[in-house]
């Protein structure tokens, strides 16, 4: 599980062995206190669950589960649908992760430029956090409808009127991806808003005094101190997309014609509505080994700039 | 940023607000909708007569304020929890490397893509053999653990964002460590931790999946379940109290956000520490 | 260190396969029911026995009837007293999965035939076959009895059903020239006449929201002979014949052909169409019948609406049956008081209450005649009740994968299908390779 996750950067300096056993043992306290629920309602469920993988388990009532090695993975290899899945998923998370940074890092430079009413316009930049995504799923399909108010815009500006931009083949991902941009935008913006502030004042004072524009202050001094959190919050962004399906089950169902059938959306059917256990536990596997080699290679090239 | 134009930045600030705040403005609208309004043809923000009788008809018929209160009680709850266990094990994830390091973010990252369906059933099992099914302690220790992988790698993020340099200075000017992780390093990290408690806020607020699964009895529900028993059969949704439902849930959010956001500022203390 | 760690994951891992043959074999042992003995009072328990019952009853005259039932049964049983646990309809499905799964359901689970066959089929529910009074057992249809029969086990008591009906913006059908249909059914061809006479000058015959078609279909499919499923259980094969794509055909054919049925419809869901209905958009639309009820509510004034007779397909007025249900967990501390319990729910008197309050037409007869009487047939009430006599089985709700052959294939496919993107054969070609995909 963990030998495809990050190396970490070797560090050059010299340690001799006691700063190092000193060092072991500061960061185990240090870490103990996280460990205990971590072991009991983290690590023995998912264990439980990749285990799962290997069997043909099913959700039936007394029936015994065997273990068929790698049965399942050898049939999902053939499985079209799944496939398909995962390719909207690809489409899906990336496009969300990408103008979530994107729109994320712009939002949170204007709010920590000094302008007015700063207070009032952060509050407002969170509100789709205060709205459960009980209701964010029927408040988007209310505008989404035909009869909804962005179809009221569109045609007021010469568009046509009654695009049903969830029901219709073209529009349906595009639709569920803005939702998707709009839901993350809180999340990204305050991260990279706390990154932008914990930047020492001195370092773009001094830049300024050198006669660096703003643009120029931007790339040199805010990125390089942004980039492990703009690490950290892009990967994290990244897997939460490729894992979340609810907004898009409630919204679409996975349709029209399969358009915005998600892989965790598709996991979900197969487990939960099929009830083959085993058989999604091995979509589940796939999907995490998949992504955590993505994360590896993204994070051990930033790590890489860091030390640069 | 100096010389970027202000009018064309408030511009563009008003540009994200209304992106950002049109749904909101959409739901306010939609709580003061009667019936037949809402299912007319007609698309108009301001209501034609304002119904009210959404708001009673919401806090009457599903236990809103009881469900409020869960709410509180678990997201606090695990807000606190989380920081306090996650910011001396965020330090360590940043600052010391090796197997450790690798075993939790191979732990941080795979927790949070394996699909949770699969992992529901043997945590529903591990929760019923310690009793805490149906309880609001039970779902405080899933959320605090399921929130963790977040709350760590972004302070692992912030502390890593923190030039080691100033933390070498202190410890060559004499001092102890707990004191260059009080005086320097904690100080720097505030709006990270500020704003990472404010996802664990929101998180354990906004839950739904696990709540469905563990709260059985109607006392112990939390908001997200509460609104969801609007949505009947066949999509039978009854509009009106929802919105006016979810308008009042989202009040105690935005304060909680107006108070926080002021914690958000880092620069004052950024002056004190010189390299 | 490191072989610490190691050594923890192992026992870890040990612990989590012990906890999944704990999951597969868990609750092992099953209380018999004991048939002959029967009937719908049980006798007494000799311990005071507690049962939980999971509602979904959304409505506030709904969930009112529900409890006085309860507070009814808990004064006259203080042996077995029951109790309520409400539950949403969005996501009960989740969540039965999962207390079923952690051997924590409710004794007694409300849900409908279609969502709790599946349960049967894994073999969670107790077989009521024994415990049904004669009464009730006369009094239903037989074609209800059979959609919550499994492998000759009734598992569940149908208590609420729905059916398809035509609704007429009856102004419009009058400045059209056409007499509002009345008698016992309206067959097809002239109901599809109706829409093309009723189509003039911007305005529609019909508007039918078809946003989630499978169960439209599925259902009233079944009036061609369509039944989609050949064989039951695991067995169970997708056959596609003229019966199955009679109705899909024929709505495209209105769609593209007669032009009398508004095509923007066919992505919204009945709900959303019903904005347009009460508009003078279209002069008919087809919805669920509990829909009467917020017709009746929504409909601006002087809106002038009738139900029309139940539709006839080439072969019958044939819908498929999937009524709410009231079933019992087969884990249950008292299968015995749990099905005495749902007997006594389901007395003609309390399903008309239930159904008064949801909109919806009661499984049994005696009940319906009740409604009758109370309602004088007003809204709609006469042609909806007389609807419920045609309701039977259809054979889909027994194949073990519809779910996810609806969600995932047939959806999509009635989607496609409906959207112009593909023809008859490409839609009879998606629903049986989907299903061969699914099976695999």
């Known amino acids: 599980m963990t030998d495809t996750a990050v190396r970490p950067p070797v560090t050059t300096r010299k340690k001799t062995t006691t700063i190092a056993r000193t060092e072991r043992r500061e960061a185990i306290a240090l870490v103990i206190p996280a460990t205990l629920p971590i072991l009991i309602f983290s690590v023995f469920p998912l264990i439980n669950g990749i285990v799962l993988a290997f069997t043909d388990a099913t959700l039936r009532r007394n029936v015994e589960s065997n273990f068929v090695a790698f049965d399942n993975f050898a049939r999902l290899v053939g499985d079209t649908m799944f496939w398909e899945s995962f390719r909207i998923g690809l489409v899906w998370s990336i496009s969300v992760t990408v103008l979530q940074l994107v729109a994320g890092m712009g939002l949170a430079l204007l709010l920590n430029a000094d302008l007015r009413l700063k207070g009032f316009t952060r509050v407002l930049a969170l509100v789709p956090w205060a709205m459960p995504p009980v209701v964010v799923a029927i408040m988007w399909k209310l505008i989404y409808r035909q009869t909804g108010p962005l179809n009221a815009i569109v045609s007021a500006f010469g568009g046509p009127t009654n695009t049903d931009w969830l029901a219709n083949f073209d529009t349906a991902l595009p639709a569920v991806i803005v939702v998707g941009v709009w839901v993350g935008m809180p999340q990204t913006t305050i991260t990279l808003l706390a990154g932008l502030q914990q930047v020492p004042m001195e370092l773009h004072e001094a830049a300024q005094v050198d006669g660096a524009n703003a643009w120029n202050r931007f790339w040199k001094i805010s990125i390089p101190s942004l980039r492990p959190i703009v690490a950290a919050i892009t990967s994290l962004n990244f897997i939460w997309n490729f894992n979340s399906f609810g907004l898009v089950y409630v919204m679409t169902e996975g349709g029209p014609g399969g358009r915005t059938m998600l892989p965790m959306l598709f996991t979900y059917l197969e487990a939960f509505k099929s009830k083959h256990l085993g058989y999604a536990a091995a979509m589940g596997l796939v999907l995490v080994v998949f992504v955590l080699i993505l994360m590896s290679f993204y994070l051990w090239s930033q790590f890489r700039k860091d030390k640069d | 940023m100096g010389r970027f134009t202000k009018p064309g930045q408030y511009l563009l600030l008003l540009a994200y607000l209304i992106f950002l705040g049109f749904p909101l403005l959409w739901l306010i609208s939609a709580a003061f909708k009667s019936s037949a309004e809402l299912n007319s043809l007609r698309v108009n923000l301001i209501p034609t007569d304002w119904h009210l009788a959404n708001f009673p008809e919401a806090l009457a018929k599903q236990g809103l304020v009881r469900s409020g209160l869960n709410s509180t009680i678990v997201a606090v709850t695990t807000t606190i929890l989380v920081i306090v266990v996650s910011i001396p094990a965020a330090y360590a994830l940043a600052r010391f490397k090796g197997k450790l390091r690798t075993l939790g973010v191979g732990w941080i990252l795979t927790s949070q893509v394996f699909p949770v369906i699969l992992i529901i059933i043997p945590l529903f099992i591990i929760l019923k053999n310690l009793n805490l099914v149906d309880s609001l302690l039970g779902l405080i220790l899933v959320y605090t653990t399921y929130t963790m992988p977040f709350a760590l790698w972004m302070l692992q993020g912030y502390v890593a964002a923190i030039p080691k340099d100033l933390e070498e200075a202190g410890a060559m000017d004499g001092a102890s460590r707990f004191k260059v992780l009080r005086e320097i390093v904690f100080p720097l990290l505030m709006p990270g931790i500020v704003a990472t408690a404010m996802f664990a806020f929101v998180s354990s607020w906004n839950e739904f999946f696990f709540a469905l699964v563990l709260i059985q009895t109607p006392d112990n529900y939390t908001l997200p379940i509460t609104l969801k028993m609007f949505v009947g059969g066949e999509g039978k949704v009854a509009l009106g109290p929802l919105a006016a439902g979810a308008v009042m849930a989202a009040i105690p959010s935005l304060v909680f956000f107006g108070f926080m956001q002021r914690k958000l500022t880092g620069g004052l203390l950024a002056g004190a520490v010189k390299g | ?440």
């Open chain 3, 1 to 440: 260190m490191n072989k610490r760690t190691s050594q923890l994951l192992a026992l870890v891992g040990v612990g989590a396969l012990a906890l999944t043959a704990c999951t597969s074999t868990g609750g092992s042992t099953t209380p018999e029911a004991s048939p002959g003995e029967a009937v719908s009072s049980a006798a007494p328990p000799a311990e005071k026995v507690d049962l939980t019952f999971q509602s979904l009853s959304d409505q506030p005259g709904a969930i009112a009837a529900t409890e006085a039932v309860v507070k009814k049964w808990n004064a006259e049983n203080p042996m077995v007293q029951v109790k309520i646990v409400p539950a949403g309809w969005d996501g009960v499905y989740d969540k039965l999965v999962t207390q079923f799964a952690g051997g924590a359901a409710p004794d007694i689970i409300h849900y409908e035939a279609a969502s709790v066959i599946p349960f049967a089929l894994d073999g969670y529910l107790a077989d009521m076959t024994p415990y049904i009074s004669e009464d009730m057992k006369s009094d239903v249809n037989q074609g209800i009895w059979d959609s919550v029969t499994v492998n000759d086990q009734i598992i569940a008591v149908p208590t609420e059903l729905q059916s398809y009906m035509v609704f007429a913006n009856t102004k419009m059908l009058k400045s059209a020239g056409i007499t509002v249909p009345t008698g016992d059914t309206l067959k097809w061809d002239d109901f599809r006449a109706m829409a093309k006479q009723a189509t003039t000058g911007g305005q529609f015959g019909l508007g039918w929201g078809l946003k989630s078609p499978t169960a439209t279909f599925m259902s009233l499919g079944l009036g061609n002979g369509g039944v989609y499923f050949d064989g039951e259980g695991d067995t169970a094969k997708v056959v596609i014949g003229d019966g199955e794509l009679k109705l899909p055909n024929e709505i495209m054919a209105m769609n593209t052909e007669d032009k009398s049925l508004e095509p923007s419809t066919l992505t919204q869901s009945g709900g959303d169409v019903l904005a347009g209905f009460y508009a003078g958009k279209y002069a008919m639309t087809v919805q669920g019948s509990y829909q009467a009820a917020n017709i009746a509510k929504d409909a601006p004034e002087g809106f002038e609406w009738a139900v029309l007779p139940a539709l006839e397909g080439t072969k019958s007025a044939a819908q498929s049956a999937n009524p709410q249900t009231l079933s019992v967990n087969i884990d249950s501390k008292s299968v015995e008081q749990s099905a005495a319990f749902v007997n006594y729910f389901a007395s003609a008197e309390n399903l008309a209450a239930l159904n008064t309050a949801d909109a919806l037409i009661p499984a049994s007869k005696a009940a319906r005649d009740l409604i009758a009487e109370q309602t004088g047939g007003k809204d709609g009430w006469t042609e909806i009740l007389a609807s419920g006599d045609h309701l039977e089985a259809a054979p889909f709700m027994k194949v073990p994968n519809y779910t996810q052959w609806k969600d995932t294939v047939a959806t999509p496919a009635f989607q496609t299908f409906l959207a112009g993107q593909s023809d008859a054969d490409g839609l009879s070609k998606a629903l049986t390779d989907g299903w061969t995909q699914i099976n695999r």
